[in-house]
């Protein structure tokens, strides 16, 4: 385990090389900066250098001075192309055109000034270089144009599968995946993501907080952002993925256009062998097949489209500004091995509309205000609430409701300083409630066989979330310092309610009794007599400080440090009584978590030759882990919980604990003794008990070739430490009894150990920060992009690695993470979606005749499997219940490797002015059909195929604009 000195020293080390961080710490805007020199190279203190934007938008057009070492800078701008001039007298002024700022990126624009006069002035025709020597943050940028033009552009997740060292968890056909999102894994990290709009975070706010219930629509936004590493130490504690969304800002000249892609049932394409055919086939349940013999299993897409339109332009002309967009999308589908019934395959049905508006205000010729609305609703008529498959009743009906309010006002203070301020408004209602075909008093039922809800689902539940934040900072510029102080303030909750149509799950081997599992929650058919439960809350406070300090033309060192304080706390609550749990009364709980602590970033750009164009790069960053109201949660006293009751087939004499009617239908006079329930209460944290920290370390090289070519090598090492971990410190290690038993539904010989019946459901959770949970990843990237020239761009790499750590840490189950359970084999191994190597691409190419072809290709090693055998009343009574064993070390087997290609073919008009773009997408293209999931449970279904990648998919389209 790294202690703090440890990692204070390689800060201190790596201080010696320097840092760089972006000086606009993702907040939606980037920066220009150069230097001015005369013929000689020496150079041109006191040049003007002037800045303008075609178009004329906010920010557009400023003025500043060369300062002694011919250095200037350009900050806050909006996203667009910009050109520089600088002039002098006794030189010919010199102007670059068409120079492309992205956010969270400094362009570089050196200027040569010949002898002459300044009526002499001439134009540069070459390319600015393509690399940002002033960062180490590692990012890729997708304009509003790129993404327009590219196949993948429906949501953040599909636009993400094109970047090298980012690893989804779907596969995307054609949008078949963009109403539920994907976890991204980056740098071996899944729990560390943010979704940002201009630097602001609007993710969910359950359990860490690093999950989107708004879902980030590219459509809306002016460039989609993705940050993988180096960030600067203004962004908040993620140090995963960050989806960053920059807002569209309206210019001088009135903009427009609409859009339509779509495809119904007959533009999809079959897929599967015959050998995946009939596997399919057998896992049709015997009812469905009774009333459907003639069952096809597939996943077509019925019917998938979106349609939209935006407009921007003056309100004022060189005052105010304004943009606007909306757009709406629709997807039905059935869902591969989901059956009812009735013989019907389950309809998963979405729709999801979304609108943005923002407003810019030029307040004076440098102080600028903007307000930002981003408004969705989203509905998915039949979500899996768990398990493999599931019928169509016994799913969740989720609709969301999301809603994000910002302001920013950023204005300068005489020469060398500058104001920004910020604030956002989050609130959501994220709702997962019962199928209209569910009533009072219905029971789910699970078979843990066939891994497969029937009925209802055991609970629901509906969460309200509430997010305040405030980023102000002040920038102080003064010759080779760009000094910036901030502070951060964040304010967080939910207000919880849960709920059961009967509190109770009936689980089935089979088909045959097993066990019943009885919750603490409300019994009623609708969660309108279900008052707020609980409110959880979390704040956090923020204060950094960082210096981008250039002691040479060629070095940019950049020193940050930050302070953090979480603080978590739930209001008294009462539990009301049930049928299986009494009524209780609690007090507020406070301080979980009261976290404080320092995190320092490093990182150093050095510019080989002084060109530009040859860059190393080395950071060293810490991150506090992200927290939310997952800490919290965890002691939360009327958090769901269950308890495990025997209820199997009767033998002969048995009185209780079984069917005893044979009906198949638990009745309360049938359940055996209660395994104890894991409440809250029963939930405590370690008196020294410390924050989790990532540390993550990288070294770039990257190079600019001819042709507009960089290529970049890179390599990672990011450790987590300090991970909260449980030991259930009732039950001691040497209280289980270890069995050897023949697993019924396999036939495979186990040992599982049995908790020792004199403590039966005793449960004392002790959570502390155990060495035991460290993972540790190392990866190497290689990109190679080219901007647009030569009538073709492209953008694609391969990354290599491998993430080991405890496979069980991120379980909500607090038995499978407990460190006293012997059951819990194999616990070092490959984590999360580990894929050790993967190959992307994606590029434009112009045809003559207004003719673009573009496409994007992935291919990568399948997703390792985690072999279990599940021991349960039919084998053997247990004093715990069922235990689910990992019987060989995870990724021992992989899933196959997933290959796809996707290709987008467009064909533009221009007349008067306006642009009409018929379009034809095909999605897989090859009609691949990767396995995506499989049952690895042994038993009868061991190994059968749970989902496939879908077929081929023809979409057409048209997109206009003026």
Not at 514 to 540: G, K, L, M, Q
Request: aromatic content about 10%; proline content about 5%.
């Amino acid at each position: 385990m790294m202690t703090a000195p440890r990692f204070v020293r390689i800060v201190v080390a790596l201080a010696l090389w320097a840092c760089a961080t972006p000086p606009v710490f993702a907040q939606g805007v980037g920066a220009i900066g150069g230097t001015i020199t005369d013929s000689s190279g020496a150079v041109l203190p006191g040049a003007t250098v002037t800045l303008s934007n075609p178009r004329g938008s906010i920010g557009g057009n400023q003025e500043a001075v060369a300062d002694a070492r011919g250095a200037f800078q350009f900050l806050r701008l909006v996203p667009g192309a910009y050109t520089v001039k600088a002039e002098i007298e006794g030189f010919r002024a010199a102007t670059q055109e068409n120079i492309v700022v992205n956010a969270d990126a400094t362009a570089r624009v050196d200027l040569k000034l010949e002898i002459g006069t300044l009526q002499e002035g001439v134009t540069v025709t070459g390319e600015s270089p393509l690399l940002d020597t002033t960062s180490a943050l590692k990012q890729t940028v997708l304009s509003r144009e790129v993404l327009d033009s590219l196949p993948n552009r429906i949501d953040v997740w599909s636009v993400a599968r094109v970047i090298p060292s980012v690893v989804l968890s779907k596969v995307d056909v054609g949008g078949s995946e963009s109403f539920l999102q994907s976890t991204a894994t980056v740098h071996g990290s899944n729990n560390e993501n943010g979704f940002l709009i201009d630097g602001m975070d609007v993710s969910n706010l359950d359990g860490n907080g690093t999950g989107a219930v708004l879902y980030l629509d590219p459509y809306a936004f002016q460039e989609t952002n993705y940050q993988t590493s180096g960030g600067g130490t203004a962004i908040s504690s993620k140090g995963g993925l960050l989806f960053n969304m920059v807002t569209r800002t309206g210019t001088n000249q009135l903009h427009g256009g609409a859009m339509f892609s779509g495809a119904n049932h007959g533009m999809g394409s079959a897929n599967y062998s015959d050998a995946v055919r009939t596997q399919l086939l057998a896992g049709i349940p015997d009812l469905a097949r009774a009333a459907n013999p003639n069952i096809v299993p597939g996943a077509d897409i019925l019917k998938i489209y979106d349609v939209g339109a935006w407009l921007a332009g003056p309100v004022v002309r060189d005052r105010i500004w304004f943009s606007f967009s909306a757009h709406d999308q629709r997807l039905d589908q059935y869902l591969l091995g989901n059956y009812n019934p009735d013989g019907t395959q389950v309809l998963d049905d979405n729709l999801m509309w979304t609108t943005a508006a923002k407003v810019a205000w030029q307040v004076t010729r440098t102080a600028q205000l903007s307000y930002f609305d981003n408004l969705q609703y989203k509905l998915i008529g039949h979500r899996n609430g768990g398990g493999t498959f599931a019928e169509s009743r016994a799913r969740n009906l989720n609709d969301k409701y999301p809603d994000v309010h910002q302001v920013k006002f950023t204005s300068p203070i005489g020469s060398r300083f500058v104001v920004d301020a910020s604030w956002s408004r989050f609130r959501a209602d994220d709702m997962f409630g019962q199928e209209p075909e569910v009533k009072a008093g219905d029971i789910s039922h699970f078979d843990a066989v066939t891994n497969a809800y029937t009925v209802a689902l055991p609970t629901y539940r509906d969460n309200a979330m509430f997010r305040d934040q405030v980023l102000t900072s002040i920038g102080y510029f003064t010759g080779r310092h760009d000094i910036r102080f901030g502070y951060q303030f964040i304010d967080g909750g939910e207000k919880s309610s849960n709920w059961s149509t009967s509190g109770m799950r009936a689980v089935y081997r089979n088909g045959r009794p097993d066990s019943v599992n009885t919750y603490n929650v409300p019994i009623t058919s609708t969660s309108t007599r279900i008052p707020v439960a609980f409110e959880p809350w979390a704040r956090d406070h923020g204060v950094f400080i960082q210096d981008k300090w250039t002691p040479t033309r060629k070095l940019t060192l950049n020193l940050g440090l930050r302070f953090e304080t979480t603080y978590g706390w739930l209001p008294a609550t009462c539990r009301p009584s049930t049928t299986f749990v009494e009524g209780q009364c609690f007090p507020e709980i406070t301080g979980a978590p009261d976290f404080k602590g320092i995190v320092p970033r490093v990182s150093a750009v050095y510019d080989v030759f002084g060109d530009g164009k040859t860059a190393v790069k080395v950071s060293a960053s810490r991150y506090d882990q992200p927290i939310t109201l997952s800490n919290v949660q965890r002691v939360n006293p009327l958090g769901t919980v269950n308890d495990t009751r025997a209820w199997t087939v009767c033998a002969a004499g048995q009185t209780s604990g079984c069917d005893l009617n044979g009906d198949l239908i638990p009745q309360l006079n049938e359940l055996g003794v209660s395994t104890g329930f894991a409440f809250g209460t029963n939930n405590r944290y370690a008196a020294n008990l410390k924050r989790p920290v990532s540390n993550e370390y990288n070294i770039e090289v990257q190079r600019q070739i001819p042709g507009n070519v960089v290529v970049s090598v890179g390599y990672t090492r990011r450790e987590t430490r300090r991970n909260i971990g449980v030991k259930n410190v009732a039950v001691p290690l040497e209280s289980y009894i270890p069995l050897q038993v023949t697993e019924a539904n396999s036939g495979r010989q186990v040992t599982v150990y049995n908790q020792s019946p004199a403590l039966r459901g005793k449960t004392d959770y002790l959570w502390n920060n155990y060495s035991d949970f460290d993972t540790n990843f190392n990866g190497t990237d290689i990109t190679v992009t080219k901007r647009l020239s030569d009538r073709w761009s492209m953008n694609g790499g391969a990354s290599f690695g491998k993430t080991v750590g405890d496979i069980y840490a991120t379980s909500t189950n607090n038995a499978q993470v407990d460190l006293n359970n012997p059951n819990n084999a194999f616990r070092q191994g490959v984590i999360g979606n580990d894929v050790p190597w993967s190959y992307r691409m994606s590029g434009v190419y112009e045809l003559p005749y207004h003719v673009s072809l573009s496409g994007t290709a992935q291919y990568y090693q399948g997703f390792p499997d985690t072999t279990t055998v599940s021991v349960g009343n039919n084998t053997v009574a247990l004093t715990q219940g069922t235990q689910t064993l990992t019987v060989e070390p995870r990724g021992a087997t992989r899933l196959p490797p997933v290959k796809s290609l996707d290709v987008s073919v467009r064909k533009n008009w221009k007349i008067a002015g306006k642009s009409f773009e018929p379009r034809i997408d095909l999605y897989n293209l090859t009609n691949d059909a990767a396995v995506l999931g499989r049952i690895t449970q042994l038993g009868p279904t061991y190994l059968r195929i749970s989902n496939i990648q879908r077929g081929r998919l023809i979409k057409l389209g048209v997109n206009v604009e003026f």
